[in-house]
């Protein structure tokens, strides 16, 4: 690496992206230290043009990926996956058995096929393309000779889909979501509401190819090593999200998740609104109910109160409210605003209201007096509603699944025929798995598809600087399919062969 230091201006861009941390900014000028692969990852993004390579370098270089890394002695690639040891690049891993995440990924598929013989965890990866997989290993099943191949697939059309259980409102659809990282950096957009939940969408090619698309994928690969980040919502509020743990809306962290829309809860908990109060709201961002209206009111003989709420009527007792920051995701802050009219001959003196959010967090309890709704303590059958309410809640958490194509290059290391390989899948023939875990295949072209973070051992997931995600794919099929499909025979092993190999080396770290 070459530095025209009089360029630099200690914006710290370099700092925030290098892979391997050697780079840090001191008084406002650059420094490199030992460890540098000339990943080129600073020289992308430096604004002052303060990088340049040289090419006559010792050094030698890692062909498993487009990045070439040059090598230091005794140092990991930019992936940290492949060592230079005493001149060789090696995979610095051994190969995992299906049998060490089972656990994990949970249940496998039934059949034949519904395991992989060997998982593509520690393999390596197949670049440049044409060449075969790391692994494709051969084995009997059920009597019938199956292959399995496994390799560490890159895959730059990625990025994840983030689940965060909230019912509070994050904003409309389609905003853009932003990370702080030397700048304001968009890494993704709020996609829509999934009965209680919010989906992000984060990553994904036009974004891991935009100008901030190394923040990005760094970003998430933050999140799926199980760090909390923080990102904002544009016109929204600020989310820290941390994988399996309750999210936080600008700093409120939100315990429970709501068991149903406000129709929902009113049909479900029905027999306890009854004895409640005389009439029962339930705000909620998706639809309202309004339980004297609702079929469920007129199910147990409630009759019609006097109370009628603002909103848009959908149908007998469901109304949508507009959201904001208020109870239930709406944009009511005061439950009373939620009134829009009373007829008294119907509301007698006396009568009680209680008004609710789904999950029961936010509650208040009134009676009619002198024509007006006033606050009061609630009965003793009233709490009964809220605590049996807030007992039917879940705990919330976030979750993610990755989303990706193995439809490209990552197919020539199973064969020389690679639309043979994506036919065969959709066919069923090829049984893919990533990690050991199941995936859900998208029908149509290309192999795209969808996996529970969660299942995927922890550690087994890379960050490339091109960028991209490194991701352990298995295709298991009969030996027959793989004659078929034009696949590498030439690199054919026994299974038995290779878990002789796995079983003389160090177990791998504990999870």
């Known amino acids: 690496m070459k530095i025209e230091i ?35 990852t600073c020289l992308r993004v430096c604004p002052e043009g303060v990088f340049s390579f040289a090419s006559d370098d010792e050094r030698p270089v890692c062909t498993h990926c487009p990045i070439m890394c040059r090598i230091p002695a005794g140092t990991f690639g930019a992936c940290k996956r492949y060592l ?21 990924v949970g249940a496998a598929a039934s059949g034949t096929l519904g395991e992989p013989l060997l998982t593509g965890i520690g393999s390596g990866t197949t670049y440049p393309d044409f060449i075969p997989s790391p692994f494709i290993v051969t084995g009997i099943r059920d009597g019938i000779d199956i292959v399995t191949v496994v390799t560490e697939a890159p895959l730059s059309y990625s990025g994840m ?31 829509t509401e999934e009965y209680g939940s919010k989906i992000l969408s984060l990553g994904g090619i036009n974004i891991l190819t935009s100008k901030d698309g190394i923040f990005a994928a760094k970003v998430l690969f933050e999140f799926l090593q199980g760090k909390t980040i923080k990102v904002d919502i544009e016109d929204g509020p600020t989310l820290e999200v941390t994988l399996g743990k309750a999210p936080a809306v600008d700093g409120q962290l939100q315990g429970k998740m709501r068991v149903g829309c406000g129709s929902a809860t009113t049909g479900l908990f029905a027999a306890y609104m009854q004895k409640a109060a005389d ?25 019609r109160s006097g109370v009628n709420i603002v909103g848009r009527k959908s149908t007998e007792g469901r109304y949508f409210l507009d959201k904001g920051t208020g109870w239930g995701g709406t944009d009511i802050h005061a439950p009373l605003d939620v009134i829009k009219e009373i007829d008294l ?156 190999e796995i079983a003389e080396t160090e177990p791998p770290a504990p999870t």
């Open 345 to 500: 001959e119907r509301c007698p003196e006396g009568m009680s209201l209680m008004v609710t959010e789904t999950t029961g967090r936010n509650f208040a309890f009134y009676r009619m007096k002198s024509g007006r709704f006033q606050p009061e303590t609630p009965t003793g059958e009233a709490m009964e509603f809220i605590r049996v309410l807030q007992d039917s809640c879940e705990e919330s958490r976030v979750s993610a699944v990755f989303a990706a194509g193995v439809g490209g290059s990552a197919r020539a290391g199973v064969t020389k025929n690679p639309i043979k390989l994506t036919r065969a899948v959709h066919e069923g023939k090829v049984s893919i798995t990533i990690g050991g875990a199941r995936p859900f295949i998208f029908p149509g072209g290309g192999i795209n598809f969808l996996v529970d973070v969660e299942r995927i051992r922890y550690g087994s997931i890379y960050l490339s600087p091109t960028p991209s995600f490194v991701l352990p794919v298995e295709y298991t099929m009969t030996m027959e399919t793989f004659q078929e499909i034009g696949g590498h025979l030439e690199a054919v092993r026994p299974v038995a062969e290779v878990l002789g």
């Open 6 to 40: 009089e360029k630099c201006k200690g914006c710290g861009i370099c700092e925030e992206v290098c892979p391997l941390g050697v780079i840090s900014v001191k008084e406002r000028k650059v420094q490199v230290m030992a460890g540098c692969v000339d990943c080129k």
């Open 161 to 191: 889909k983030l689940k965060v259980d909230t019912d509070l409102n994050l904003g409309q659809e389609g905003k853009k979501v932003f990370v702080k990282r030397k700048g304001k950096r968009h890494i993704g957009h709020l996609c």
């Open 84 to 104: 230079n040891e005493t001149g060789t690049i090696v995979r610095k891993a051994r190969v995992h058995t299906y049998a060490e995440v089972a656990q994990i």
């Open 279 to 303: 009439e029962v709201i339930v705000l909620d961002g998706h639809i309202t109910g309004l339980f004297s209206e609702h079929p469920s009111g007129h199910y147990l003989g409630k009759k």
